[in-house]
Each structure stands twice: as C-alpha cells, then as structure tokens.
C-alpha cells in the first residue's frame, strides 16, 4: 500500500528531514504511483486530486498479515494486518447485523462515529484496535487523515518526506526510499498521526513526541524515531481533549 500527501493534508514532522536531502530521489505524485505500479503487479491508483493519491496492489499477500482496500462514501482506507476484536468492535459501532463488514468498514465507521461528534478521543478509538495493523484512512470531503499502527509495530510500514514535502507511507520500505532519500523512518509504535493533530501516542496522547535521529550503518542521519517526551505535556484547550458537542461547529477532523 501507499499513500502520498500534500502538506496540507498531512506535514510532516521536521525531525524526519534529513540534512543529507533527497539526492537521485523520485519526485513527483504520478512518477511515483508509477514506481509502485511497476513494481506492484495489478496495483490500483486513486487520485486525490491536490491532496495527494493512495495505491494499493493484492500480490504477494500474507495470509498472516493481509492487505485491504475499501471505499465508503467519501472515505478511503487501506489496511494491513489483522483486528482480533472484530466481534466486539461491530457492536461498538453498529454493524452487528452487517456479516461483511471487515476490518476496513469497521475502521471507517469508527472514523465517521468521530467525525460526526462522537462522544470518544481519538486516542480512545486508537486503543480499543487489538491486534496486529497499519492503516491509513483518508477523508476527501474533509481532508482529513487518521493513520495509525499497533504497539507492537507488527505489521511494516514506514513515512517520509520527499523534496516536495509530500508525507510518504507505505509498507514496501523500498519505495520510500526511493521517494525520501534519507528522510524517512518506520511509523512509530502505538502511534497515530492526524490532519490537525499531528503525531501522538495512543497511551500519552497529551504528550508532545519526540525526535530522536536515527543513523545508518554508514553513519548518516536517516530520519528519526519518535518517542513520547515525558517531561513535557501539550498545553489542550477547553472542550478539545474530547469531541465537540451540541452547539459547536468544530468536528473531529477539525480538532484533531
């Protein structure tokens, strides 16, 4: 799977800039749907106009750790893994009677139940998901991203940025290489990342995150690992650290 983000939609942490640059790097949305594509036998791109564009490709699967791809209304979402709740989640969103509905359709109704003033933070959402996963959720009416990984960091998947400042994701590291050059890390563990949100921790999502740099075996900085900064705590405005009721015109997607 990939996904590539404007700024806009999703900027990424200035701690995965690497001061080596992008050196022989692909740039450019279409080139490197087309680097996918290539090396991704029957990958499927969708456009996002502006925003960016996500591909997805069903070769080469891991029965252990299968890749999904789903669309409701205006909201995509790729998914890698598995959800050991399934049963339980249903029933916390209402699809008990829909006998089809996986992991996808499941995490696109958790999305909307938040965007549309549901009562939880995104961070309760985050860790109600048990079991082994990546994703990336995409909301084109709003321009909102959710994308997130299990505690475990289970399943591969990596971010970036390239030379356009795109955010880079994908679970094929080599593609990110190729787009990021030195920029780029594995998503950080138990972690999400938001449009208006940013990057945070599931457990400590008050907390800021913090960027420790990592370097190669040539001894080049390549990115950072995020951890969560325990000596500091972001400063959270009254009616934000859940989602905006009656009366508000802020949602979920505008708030986090």
């Known amino acids: 799977m990939l996904a590539i983000f404007d700024q806009t939609v999703a900027k990424c942490p200035e701690g995965l800039k690497s001061?080596?640059?992008?050196?022989?790097?692909?740039?450019?949305?279409?080139?490197?749907?087309?680097?996918?594509?290539?090396?991704?036998?029957?990958?499927?791109?969708?456009?996002?106009?502006?925003?960016?564009?996500?591909?997805?490709?069903s070769s080469n699967q891991?029965?252990?750790?299968?890749?999904?791809?789903?669309?409701?209304?205006?909201?995509?979402?790729?998914?890698?893994?598995?959800?050991?709740?399934?049963?339980?989640?249903?029933?916390?969103?209402?699809?008990?009677?829909?006998?089809?509905?996986?992991?996808?359709?499941?995490?696109?109704?958790?999305?909307?139940?938040?965007?549309?003033?549901?009562?939880?933070h995104p961070s309760n959402v985050a860790r109600d998901l048990s079991g082994r996963f990546a994703f990336i959720l995409f909301d084109t009416s709003r321009k909102a991203t959710f994308i997130a990984t299990d505690e475990e960091g289970s399943v591969p998947f990596f971010w970036g940025t390239n030379s356009e400042d795109h955010m880079i994701l994908s679970n094929d590291v080599e593609i990110v290489k190729q787009s990021c050059g030195k920029s780029f890390a594995p998503f950080p563990k138990g972690c999400y990342f938001t449009t208006n949100g940013g990057l945070k921790s599931f457990e400590h999502p008050s907390k800021e995150m913090k960027a420790m740099p990592r370097v190669d075996s040539q001894g080049q900085v390549c990115g950072a690992n995020y951890q969560v900064d325990t000596e500091t705590k972001k400063e959270t405005k009254k009616g934000t650290d859940g989602i905006p009721r009656v009366g508000s015109a802020a949602d979920w997607s505008s708030s986090y």
């Open 62 to 120: 891991n029965p252990f750790l299968p890749r999904l791809f789903g669309a409701v209304d205006d909201i995509f979402c790729l998914f890698q893994g598995t959800l050991d709740n399934i049963t339980s989640l249903k029933q916390q969103y209402g699809l008990s009677n829909n006998s089809t509905a996986n992991e996808v359709i499941i995490l696109i109704e958790a999305y909307r139940s938040l965007r549309d003033r549901g009562p939880f």
């Open 19 to 57: 001061p080596e640059g992008h050196v022989g790097a692909v740039s450019g949305v279409g080139p490197l749907t087309q680097l996918f594509a290539s090396s991704h036998e029957g990958a499927v791109t969708v456009s996002l106009g502006s925003s960016g564009a996500i591909a997805y490709d």
